[in-house]
């Protein structure tokens, strides 16, 4: 056998081509989009004032199993792709566990995270529709970095909303987006219909991604040439993020290594979905097993506290309906909620494969989050996100079980990128000022209780 | 022959395994450090209570062609090396030249630049000694993120003092260092007395890197068990970054790659230094021959504007006196001046190269700099710091002199680091505020009036 090098990066020729779509190997297939007014199943013509054409018939496509990568776009990911498997050897000794520990690192590329995969390659089907630009929501902010990245090297526009606190919390972030020369605005904003709508309602508002996705789809219906794109929750996201899943499931089938368990950090799902759809693929066809964990914010448990329900993607309610794991689209998360996973949602692939308990789910509080990555920088060398630590703080908890256990577990999970823009949390944690939040029952009801009436 | 992929990832075998010492094949050697009161070369006893031994052992070495690299410190690399080799395809299309444009790509890692390379190394020699810590100093930040990681890694205490202004300006560079453990203080402050004097005489002042050095000089030499480090300008640091033009020029000869024009950028000369060694021991032995060119601020011009001549390392004259090109080490860079690139004065290997003609060097205003950057970073993907932009800017004009001359050359140049922590600067470049500064002669006078008069 081969011998495993401490980083395992593909060969240019190793390298995947085409994009998995695990609806293909799903029983039950993910729920349809449902139009908002009529509820019916979202048709092709019905998207295409808010889509680019390509991307609304894979979001549609649940019967072919793979997509080709457009040659652009290949040339692209090499510009920062494969990203590395990396064994976790300092981790391991530090906690001195039986466990071989892997992730696979999505920061090191200039957006900080794996959001660019798909923000590519949406970019590329607006440009080879002829559109003029593209909009879009961010939170965080990584989003709107790759987003607008892929828009500067194909030149076209590139729009993003920003939820206003992250715009104020964030300057560096807004000033990175600006450089690759995107407009940023803060949301909710007066130059949106719907941003007036919600300023006059909740005057002072800071925002939620919600609000800013109804912000971006109203100036992409309402301007010639331009069309809506997102970052996560959608399934075309998720093919497009199976490039991460693919490369490492070829670095390990090259290296015979076989992970019992896959941890990410789950969102909207797409770093998640990415991950995992390969190996889910050979578990759905019964040719392996695997243990898969989403790991969410306790003070944003869709998953593991929602509800498997048809809801609204946005506050304005203007998207298309969609079934999967809310807490409603009214649900707003804690301020004290530090980094991004707030969104209220999760894609409808994964609420199906967790429904039908093919996937776990844990919650966990973010103190324990940030314990555990500044444990990781100070012993791996990667300052992780905040989000990406959600994944690491789990991973460990199982790296210890395998301790007390002496079970040689071989742990995967995706470390989904860097937190150089989360420094303000990481001080608060630093400072000894971060604080843990759990809703109640009682603070979900509100959420619920505005999900949309079904017949 | 090979196909060149798109980045060249040396195999860890191919690994360097030794650092390469260029005094070795000098024929003019670099002046030894002189002490500060009597003018006589410093010994290794005298260089004792403020450096490591093994260091200062490397320090004074001009006759050990390789030093091995220590397996802890090999182990460390494996965490971040080898850094990619990549050529810039998207760049030559760009700028339309029949040049070959490569970079070797040190930020990918949480420091954010080459400075681990050597931060690892000192750390790991000063625990070997049995110290209880180290003390630095900082301006950009960079060299104080990387020894805070190295000194995480091996459980030693990590005392930074930040130049002032930088401390102020930016909280999130400090608070990366606060999550390795270290301590950061701004200087100047009132823990030493040689920051107190300063603070005296110069209240309100924001602190230089001299005045930071000599802080932690003292620190260093008051402390039981603590010895003071340096990220640049010193021959040990140049030996150790050596592993970056090691790990280049492996790279280029597997693909039978011969680089025309070698480009950096230079503050102390550490990223350059190193970048150049293999080469220029190629050009000093008569094996082959490159054109070398030192990239600095037009703000800040040791090796274009500055004198060969003894100099004070640090503010408050308790460092060895080195012979450098230097502009006295009482200038102070304009406060427009962005970035890194500001100490006054030149690494004495480099200064000696440079004084011997076999290296050229250049000085780019600053406006140009951040336009080559937001170019690089639009088309190559990489958001690149300031510093490294120096680099960037001259390779770029090399190339478009190609295209006018139709010459096909091979451009290598340094790309140090990412510019994440840089957004301050960034964004006064998007706004068109940022402004250029070429000091005057006369305004260079009273640095010269303060070299040390030599007998």
């Not at 039986?98 to 970019?123: C, D, M, R, V």
């Not at 803060?186 to 949106?192: L, R, V």
């Not at 996201?237 to 693919?246: A, E, R, Y």
């Amino acid at each position: 056998m081969r011998e495993i090098p401490y980083k395992i990066y593909l060969e240019e020729n190793e390298m995947p081509t085409q994009w998995y779509n695990v609806r293909v190997d799903m029983k039950n297939k993910p729920a349809p989009l449902l139009n908002p007014t009529t509820h019916k199943p979202m048709t092709y013509e019905e998207l295409r004032p808010v889509f680019c054409d390509e991307l609304i018939r894979q979001e549609l496509d649940d019967t072919t199993a793979y997509f080709d990568i457009p040659q652009e776009i290949l040339e692209f990911y090499k510009m920062y792709r494969p990203s590395p498997l990396v064994r976790a050897y300092c981790l391991e000794k530090t906690l001195n566990t039986p466990a071989k520990i892997y992730y696979k690192f999505e920061g090191n590329n200039t957006s900080g995270s794996h959001k660019l995969n798909s923000a590519i390659a949406q970019a590329y089907y607006a440009k080879q529709q002829g559109l003029k630009g593209v909009t879009t929501e961010t939170g965080a902010g990584q989003w709107g970095t790759a987003l607008s990245m892929a828009c500067a090297y194909l030149g076209l526009d590139c729009k993003v909303f920003m939820v206003k606190c992250s715009y104020e919390q964030k300057p560096f972030r807004r000033e990175v987006m600006r450089t690759y020369g995107a407009s940023v605005t803060p949301s909710p904003s007066e130059q949106t219909e719907v941003g007036r709508r919600i300023l006059e309602a909740h005057p002072g508002t800071s925002g939620s991604l919600g609000c800013a996705i109804s912000e971006a789809v109203e100036t992409a219906t309402h301007l010639d040439g331009y069309r809506y794109v997102l970052g996560s929750v959608l399934s075309q996201v998720l093919v497009h993020q199976t490039i991460i899943g693919l490369e490492t499931h070829t670095a390990m089938k090259k290296y015979d290594i076989h992970p019992d368990i896959i941890i990410g950090c789950a969102g909207g799902g797409s770093n998640l979905g990415g991950l995992i759809s390969p190996f889910m693929g050979e578990k759905l066809r019964g040719e392996a097993d695997y243990r898969f964990i989403a790991v969410e914010p306790a003070s944003c448990p869709s998953l593991t506290r929602g509800r498997y329900a048809y809801d609204y993607c946005d506050t304005g309610m203007v998207c298309p309906l969609a079934k999967m794991y809310t807490l409603g689209s009214g649900f707003i998360p804690s301020s004290s909620h530090a980094g991004g996973l707030r969104y209220h949602g999760m894609s409808s692939i994964l609420s199906q494969l967790y429904d039908d308990k093919l996937m776990e789910a844990v919650s966990v509080e973010q103190t324990s989050v940030f314990k555990a990555a500044q444990q990781f920088a100070r012993t791996e060398g990667i300052l992780p996100a905040p989000e990406s630590s959600h994944a690491i703080k789990v991973a460990m908890d199982e790296a210890i079980r395998c301790k007390e256990t002496g079970e040689e577990k071989t742990i995967l999970f995706g470390l989904t990128g860097t937190g150089y823009f989360d420094m303000f949390a990481y001080g608060k944690y630093n400072d000894g000022e971060m604080s843990d939040y759990i809703p109640t029952d009682a603070e979900l009801e509100p959420g619920f209780a505005g999900l949309p009436k079904m017949e």
